[in-house]
């Protein structure tokens, strides 16, 4: 069903005529019997009015199937750093929708923790920013510093705060409730992380070997766990000869320069790990279009050495990525914040 027709279907199920609708739009009959007829569409600028007029969404003007829905709002938080509260209603109520609908509760489920996530990342924003404000103007007074903590993921100093024992608890909860053999390797991955992070390596150590009795995606990931494991431990040397010999074992693997550079940026021995960023980068050269994670690692790594010129081009290296590889344009919120940093990085340039 075209607009036209959806128009005509909406103006009757409202015992509409077209003179009616037109007089409500502010246009001329003739134009909503053009519409009706597939003579002409609508105007974009007169589409939110239709709906209001009608009580339906732009989206249902359309008549868009499910499937094209949610995809438009995946399409959304890609390009909007912020979605009006009336457009993530609807988009809200219609995903909960979905979640009665056995053949799409997944899909469904999957993007209304992504809207709620765009929503809190929004929110996050504009904490972190006020926050700001606030520190600088009073920075002798406790007051808005744990707001910036959540906002933006600073570092919690109090260990009963800072602790991932809650998430440790649901992912060892996941594993225990699976019922497919071979269990899928991701949630051993999930846990093991959040071990590591908690300095409980004994634990990390008894999932480490139940992941290594399953199919991986990335191998590379086994030897980089045993290294991060031996590092919570406080055995450095051990931890750096696990990652010299799997540097070795997996020469030429973009991941394993990856996890490498991972593993030297978190030990601050930042030349090790621009060379190792840049390699993994480098060696990804026939997979495009690549992610530009190693970019930004290096880029980050630039300027906590506050060197901005160096910074200002591997960004710059990310943009030509995102625009060559990615087909991305302005249009997309990840494209805009690396302008944003450019044109940041461009004025400390000295």
């Not at 609908?101 to 709620?116: Q, T, V």
């Not at 996050?124 to 910036?148: T, V």
């Amino acid at each position: 069903m075209n607009i036209g027709q959806k128009i005509k279907q909406l103006r009757f199920q409202r015992s509409l005529t077209q003179d009616q609708l037109a007089e409500r739009l502010g246009i001329s009959a003739q134009a909503v019997s053009k519409w009706e007829n597939a003579v002409s569409m609508p105007d974009i600028s007169i589409l939110p009015t239709l709906s209001e007029v009608f009580g339906v969404s732009i989206d249902d003007l359309f008549d868009l199937a499910d499937d094209q829905k949610m995809r438009r709002i995946e399409n959304r938080m890609q390009t909007d750093d912020d979605i009006a509260p009336e457009l993530f209603q609807e988009y809200e109520t219609f995903l909960k929708e979905q979640m009665d609908k056995d053949n799409s509760e997944p899909n469904a489920i999957n993007l209304l923790a992504r809207l709620y996530h765009h929503k809190m990342e929004t929110y996050g924003r504009k904490a972190g920013l006020y926050a700001r404000k606030a520190i600088s103007r009073s920075p002798g007074e406790k007051d808005c510093q744990w707001i910036l903590q959540k906002a933006e993921g600073s570092a919690i100093w109090d260990w009963n705060i800072a602790n991932h024992s809650k998430t440790i608890d649901f992912y060892k909860a996941v594993i225990n409730s699976i019922t497919e053999s071979p269990h899928p390797a991701l949630p051993y991955h999930y846990l093991i992380e959040e071990l590591i992070a908690d300095h409980r390596t004994q634990e990390a150590k008894e999932y480490l070997e139940c992941l290594k009795k399953l199919p991986v995606s990335k191998p590379v990931l086994i030897p980089v766990y045993e290294a991060m494991i031996a590092l919570a431990e406080f055995d450095e040397p051990a931890a750096d000869a696990i990652i010299e010999k799997a540097l070795t074992d997996f020469d030429g693997n973009a991941d394993m320069y990856y996890q490498a550079a991972q593993y030297y940026a978190r030990k601050c021995d930042y030349d090790k790990a621009i060379k190792l960023y840049d390699a993994s980068y480098t060696a990804g050269e026939d997979k495009k279009p690549r992610f530009t994670d190693a970019l930004e690692g290096i880029a980050m790594i630039y300027e906590i050495l506050k060197d901005y010129n160096n910074a200002y081009v591997t960004r710059k290296r990310i943009l030509e990525a995102l625009k060559n590889e990615w087909g991305y344009s302005d249009e997309e919120v990840y494209y805009r914040n690396t302008l944003h940093e450019i044109e940041r990085l461009n004025q400390m340039i000295v």
